[in-house]
């Protein structure tokens, strides 16, 4: 068993039962012209941890373990876009629009694509989800079923949308669930610390947190 002295007290697991889930590294949401930024959000903030959620993925490739990929996304035809989403508020486009990078939050569109810096490598897992967990239809947990994972490593944005809601759902599933703090962000300062506190409150609740630094140690040990 490896051991990360994280919050709100150690987390113990068994490297060769734990993956590596990178939630929405998306150009949509961290460049200019796509779907974060039509919400009114400034993306720059989340480009800041496109270097720490690389030296994740490098440190689980060096280590043969699982690296998962997540993208929200939806059918050129909209078919699993519910019109609730895609009506919701007043952006300044709305899912399927043409944008600058594409129809926006469009399967096979260039703002659906994964930034370079973070590409899936040839054979690691990608699932495109319609909702903000990514368990909710799709078929992440068949997936990890069938490589016998029991513990989950988070990285990704948005930290209160759609990587919460994600360890919320894997932690329902049975898995225990860690946030690497440095490798994820929000548009909202305040909502990442939000939850990163919520997350780890209360004896573990929905899982715990440690540092890129702190995991990497890990695996190496
Ligand atoms: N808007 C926002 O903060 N997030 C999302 O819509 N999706 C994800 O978090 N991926």
Known sequence: MAVIDAKPFAYEFDPATTALIV????????EAGG???????DVTLLQAVVPATARLIAGFRAAGLPV?????????????????????GNPSLRIGDEGPMGRVLIAGEPGAEIV???APAPGEYVVDKPGKGAFYATG?????????????IFAGVTTEVCVQTTMREANDRGFACLLAED????????FKAAAIEMIRAQGAIVGWTATTAQILEALDA
């Not at 779907?35 to 959000?41: Q, Y």
């Not at 939806?74 to 519910?82: A, I, K, N, T």
């Not at 992440?140 to 989950?152: F, I, K, P, Q």
């Not at 490798?183 to 305040?190: L, N, R």
């Open 23 to 30: 939630i929405d590294m998306q150009r949509d949401f961290i």
């Open 35 to 41: 779907f974060g930024a039509s919400l009114g959000n």
């Open 68 to 88: 998962i990929h997540t993208r929200e996304c939806h059918r050129p035809d909209l078919s699993d876009c519910p019109p609730a989403k895609r009506t919701r």
């Open 116 to 118: 370079p810096d973070l």
């Open 140 to 152: 992440l947990g068949d997936h990890l079923a069938g490589l016998g994972t029991r513990s989950l």
């Open 183 to 190: 490798a994820t962000e929000s548009y909202f300062p305040d």
